[in-house]
């Protein structure tokens, strides 16, 4: 299996802050990653598919960038609704692979 | 509008059955592959397999191979997860999901909390 690691495991920021997550994959997956938001209770949300696209609807101080094996999300000016946990997904090769997330906390 | 929704939580004994599910409205069920994924607060998220309702094509994670049965019946345009002998460790909250790799296709249903204790 393709293994996803994903730092930080958490992250504690101020609104307007640049923030920075990264997932590295033990093999190549091409652009073959999606960034997900979840909130407590919630479904993940994608913000990000094939590594770099934003998805509709999702506010564009989100960006992501990679391919092969390193990839990162940023998020360009953090809002008080970005607090939550971020995950990256393979979808490359089966299984697909989800990072262990990343906790962005409130400063 | 799409959307994927889910049957409610259960509780269940360990040793019993239980068959969970995920009914697709607004697009061609038939058409489009359903994933299943478990949430627990000890390993994270974790894809179990998929299904592509038309062919039953079913493709299972190695760690859930033979641990659970995905199937779907079109003609509902539902998706089942079914578990023939529940553990403790089944434990967990189960979100069925359509996506692909592209602007719009990405659905989740609400999920689904399964607890299994005695």
């Known amino acids: 299996d393709i293994q996803m690691t994903q730092s930080p495991s958490s992250l504690s920021a101020s609104v307007g802050d640049r923030v920075t997550i990264t997932c590295r994959a033990s093999?190549?997956?091409?652009?073959?990653l999606g960034w997900y938001q979840q909130k407590p209770g919630k479904a993940p949300k994608r913000l990000i598919y094939?590594?770099?696209s934003l998805q509709s609807g999702v506010p564009s101080r989100f960006s992501g960038s990679g391919s092969g094996t390193e990839f990162s999300l940023t998020i360009s000016s953090l809002q008080p609704e970005d607090f939550a946990t971020y995950y990256c997904?393979?979808?490359?090769?089966?299984?697909?692979?989800f990072g262990q997330g990343t906790k962005l906390e409130i400063k | 509008e799409v959307q994927l929704v889910q049957s409610g939580a259960e509780l269940r004994k360990p040793g019993e059955s239980l068959r969970i599910s995920c009914k697709g409205s607004g697009y061609r069920f038939a058409d489009y592959w359903i994933g299943w994924v478990r949430q627990t607060p000890g390993k994270g998220l974790e894809y179990m397999g998929i299904i592509l309702p038309g062919e039953s094509k079913t493709i299972y994670s190695p760690s859930f191979q033979g641990q659970v049965t995905i199937s779907a019946d079109k003609s509902i345009s539902t998706a089942h997860l079914h578990w023939s002998s529940l553990k403790a460790s089944d434990t967990a909250i189960y979100f069925c999901?359509?996506?692909?790799?592209?602007?719009?296709?990405?659905?989740w249903g609400q999920g689904t909390l399964v607890t299994v204790s005695s």
């Open positions: 094939a590594a770099s």
């Open positions: 997904l393979q979808h490359n090769t089966y299984p697909y692979i």
């Open positions: 999901t359509s996506s692909y790799s592209s602007a719009r296709w990405d659905y």
């Open positions: 093999q190549g997956i091409r652009n073959d």
